[in-house]
Structures are given as structure tokens and as C-alpha cells.
């Protein structure tokens, strides 16, 4: 299983997913983390580009801080289960899920709409596909 961790490349989990410029990329087996990768994702386009780029990474999981209902609509379009609310440690909250104890708000959301494009936390506004 893969999970990846928006991070903000000081060890620490990054709080706005479509403004998720690196994600941490952790390989869990038998309950433990076994390899991680960052993968910048700064070309990406942001938003509503970042679903299918984490499921071409493989992954299975994301463990993020704040995120808004269209970024989960197409992380689920791509069959990735999402963990919101997560704060901290991107290495400590990767082992914690590992091990099935991680702690996350299921209700958190993103509130950062400053972007500029006149639109909410993880909508998007066609000109790509989701998964």
C-alpha cells in the first residue's frame, strides 16, 4: 500500500492540498513504513491535477491537513481514501496510520481562498480529466 502526506519539506505536514507543491510518498507493509519518496508535484497544475497525479504515483491513501469537497470528490473518483484534519509530523503521521492509530478530523476542511481564481478549495473548472 502506498500513502502519501502533503508536506511542506520541513518534515511537517503541508495544510493546503491544492497548494501542494511536494508529497511524501510512504510504501506500508505488514503495518509498517518500509520506504518513503518525495515527489514534487509543483508542475502539476495544482488542484484539481493533483488527484490523478497521486494516483499515477500509486497511491492508495492521503494523509493532508486541510482540503475542500472537490479535491475529495476526484481523490475519490480515483479510488483514494482521504484522511483530513492531520497536523504534525508528516513521518510520525505516516507511521501512525501504519500502524492504525492515526488521528484525523474526517469533517476538515480547506478555508485558504486566497488563490485569486475566484473559486473554492479543491474545485476545478475543466481543461483536464480526472480519474
Do not use: W
Request: proline share 2%.
Amino acid at each position: 500500500m502506498k500513502a502519501a502526506v502533503t508536506y511542506d519539506g520541513n518534515g511537517s505536514v503541508f495544510q493546503h492540498f491544492g497548494r501542494t507543491e511536494i508529497f511524501r510518498i510512504y510504501t506500508i507493509e505488514d503495518g509498517k513504513v518500509t520506504a518513503k519518496e518525495d515527489v514534487s508535484a509543483a508542475e502539476t497544475g495544482g488542484h484539481g491535477a493533483l488527484a490523478p497525479f497521486l494516483k499515477e504515483h500509486g497511491v492508495d491513501v492521503l494523509i493532508a491537513g486541510g482540503i475542500g469537497g472537490g479535491a475529495r470528490a476526484a481523490l475519490a473518483a480515483c479510488g483514494i481514501e482521504v484522511y483530513p484534519g492531520v497536523s504534525g509530523s508528516a513521518d510520525e503521521a505516516a507511521a501512525a496510520f501504519a500502524e492504525g492509530r492515526l488521528s484525523f478530523d474526517p469533517d476538515a476542511e480547506c478555508h485558504h481562498h486566497d488563490h485569486g481564481e475566484g473559486h473554492s478549495c479543491g474545485h476545478h473548472d475543466g481543461g483536464h480529466s480526472c480519474c
